[in-house]
């Protein structure tokens, strides 16, 4: 199958129909060197699978690789679909490739970086040894959008457990008046 029929069986499925013969040739799109087919690939798979579906288990290894890449923009396109591909099966397997992601040189993989971290910590809240830590450097991190998406992941934290994070107001505060 070409490019063009992979959107096609992305049109059939968004009008309803069952498109499932193409499942596993969106998956192999993902595995493409050529970011703007794998792209297509990833956005596929996001449209196609859901968290039962036995293809997941065929990009657990597709997304570690991408998370590896040194290229930035195959680590974005890999960390958006982690979100929506990721189930409880297979998260432990992408903890630590993202987790490394916190410390990359770009800013924009930070971000992305703690938003998956945050779509995983819904999903198994016990997968991420040191998450307080981690996610402290991150609130602390000299760019404005990791700071932010920290400050996502620390709402929904504080909702369950307020008196755990009092020590953080100050760096909140801190924050606050940057924003002002």
């Known amino acids: 199958m070409c490019i063009r029929d992979r959107i096609r069986a992305i049109y059939i499925e968004m009008l309803g129909h069952d498109a499932s013969f193409s499942y596993i040739h969106a998956v192999n799109l993902t595995q493409s060197k050529i970011l703007s087919i794998k792209r297509i690939g990833y956005l596929a798979c996001n449209l196609f699978l859901n968290e039962?579906?036995?293809?997941?288990?065929?990009?657990?290894?597709?997304?570690?690789?991408?998370?590896?890449?040194?290229?930035p923009q195959e680590v974005i396109v890999a960390l958006n679909s982690l979100c929506k591909l990721v189930c409880s099966t297979v998260v432990h397997a992408l903890v630590e490739p993202v987790l490394k992601l916190l410390s990359h040189p770009h800013e924009i993989v930070r971000k992305k970086a703690v938003m998956a971290i945050q779509c995983i910590q819904k999903l198994s809240p016990s997968?991420?040894?040191?998450?307080?830590?981690?996610?402290?450097?991150?609130?602390?991190?000299?760019?404005?959008?990791?700071?932010?998406?920290?400050?996502?992941?620390?709402?929904?934290?504080?909702?369950?457990?307020?008196?755990?994070?009092?020590?953080?107001?100050?760096?909140?505060?801190?924050?606050?008046?940057?924003?002002?």
């Open 127 to 180: 997968s991420i040894t040191e998450y307080p830590e981690k996610m402290k450097k991150a609130l602390c991190d000299q760019n404005p959008s990791v700071m932010g998406a920290t400050l996502n992941l620390y709402f929904d934290a504080i909702k369950e457990n307020r008196p755990k994070y009092k020590e953080l107001v100050g760096s909140f505060v801190v924050i606050l008046k940057l924003s002002l």
């Open 52 to 71: 039962d579906s036995e293809f997941i288990i065929l990009l657990v290894a597709t997304l570690q690789r991408d998370l590896a890449s040194p290229n």
